[in-house]
């Protein structure tokens, strides 16, 4: 990690000059909306570093390596960032350290995108619904007018797919991800509904236990179903569109609608990680404390982080979240809504965020004026 040039001023500040607040910043809505930069960001990133006061980027978007979506960010909005100041709605997934040598299926997003992102975190044998319809075609009979498109990065499977199989031989599924949102909902919900509906995981075998209603659990068996995890709850977010748009939580949603249809109600057990849970806020705070150990070297006891001021447009994710976080770590989170996303000024928030501002560069104003 090459220190970056305003890296080196922090670095030799005295303890006390290390401020006792940081900001956590949503991006889309927020920062950008969609590729073009929202007014004032680049102002509002570009004085708090001139002020050495810490931030991260806290998003539920994804779909990228951290690397490349701090690239785009850094072009977009002229800022110098690194990828210890980000944290995707994905990237806790890295975590899950027991499933890195096991065979994952990461739907969602573009899938060599998010393939890279998976094996960045340590997943070594990642398959993606693009991987399984280029080698299988009859899976799901409706993607063959984007298999030219698939075909141009699907990766060979580990195993091969072997109907009616459970042999050691074929492809098992130990565990499902959608790391972003779908971009054909028809393939990825086939492909997690064959993995869910199978049998422990084996593609082309259908369980008899999964689904199974008349069971006493209705259907779920933990050890006949691969787990699954999705990385964001949201149902809207702020694009290039006058209206915001389905995000995640909306495939979420028509998924839950399919797997009832199908299994007449079956439970369907999942993890939902992503704004505004608990989880994924101390992992954040995580990150931004080590970022800012980082930028001033040793950070005392004398020197707590007491304050962050969690930036963000959308109520139900970033206001939500920063209002019930209860940090483990000592800081306090204080919302701060702006009119720049989901939320559309005149109605009221489905959750009440401590302060309404017009922008991002208003509310870090607020904010540093607020801290002192
Ligand atoms: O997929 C991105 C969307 O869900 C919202 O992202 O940055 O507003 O948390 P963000
Ligand atoms: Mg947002």
Redesign the pocket.
């Known amino acids: 990690q090459i220190p970056l040039p305003w890296r080196r001023q922090y670095q030799t500040t005295p303890a006390s000059a290390i401020p006792d607040h940081a900001f956590a910043f949503?991006?889309?809505?927020?920062?950008v909306r969609s590729s073009a930069p929202l007014p004032g960001a680049s102002q509002a990133l570009k004085y708090l570093q001139a002020q050495r006061i810490p931030f991260i980027?806290?998003?539920?978007?994804?779909?990228k390596s951290e690397e490349e979506r701090v690239s785009d960010l850094q072009n977009k909005l002229d800022v110098e960032l690194d990828t210890s100041m980000i944290v995707q709605?994905h990237t806790p997934f890295a975590d899950l350290t027991d499933l890195h040598d096991k065979t994952v299926l990461v739907a969602g997003g573009d899938y060599d995108k998010c393939q890279l992102a998976a094996q960045n975190y340590g997943f070594k044998n990642v398959v993606t619904p693009g991987d399984i319809v280029n080698a299988y075609p009859d899976i799901w009979p409706f993607s063959k007018v984007f298999l030219d498109y698939y075909k141009s990065f699907a990766k060979p499977l580990p195993k091969p797919i072997i109907p009616h199989s459970t042999s050691a031989d074929a492809l098992k599924i130990d565990a499902v991800f959608v790391y972003?949102?779908p971009r054909d909902w028809g393939l990825d919900a086939h492909i997690i509904l064959d993995a869910l509906l199978s049998e422990s995981g084996y593609l082309g075998t259908v369980s008899k236990k999964n689904g199974n209603v008349s069971l006493p659990n209705k259907g779920y068996l933990q050890d006949s179903q691969p787990p699954l995890y999705y990385s964001?709850p949201?149902m809207?977010?702020?694009t290039s569109y006058h209206l915001s748009r389905l995000?995640?939580?909306g495939f979420t949603a028509a998924f839950d609608g399919l797997w009832n249809s199908v299994t007449g109600g079956a439970q369907l057990p999942k993890t939902i990680i992503?704004?505004p849970h608990q989880e994924t806020y101390e992992f954040a705070e995580r990150r931004l404390r080590a970022h800012r150990k980082q930028l001033f070297g040793q950070v005392g006891l004398n020197d707590p982080l007491r304050r962050v001021y969690m930036i963000?447009?959308?109520p139900e994710?970033?206001i939500q979240g920063a209002n019930n976080y209860r940090s483990p770590y000592g800081s306090h989170w204080t919302s701060v809504l702006i009119k720049t996303?989901?939320w559309k000024e005149g109605t009221v928030p489905a959750h009440k965020p401590h302060v309404i501002r017009e922008n991002v560069l208003d509310a870090v104003q607020w904010a540093v004026e607020d801290a002192k």
């Not at 980027?57 to 779909?63: P, S």
């Open positions: 949503d991006i889309d809505g927020v920062l980027l806290l998003t539920n978007g994804g779909g709605s972003n949102d964001n949201d809207w977010w702020a995000g995640q939580g992503g704004k963000g447009d959308n994710s970033d996303g989901v």
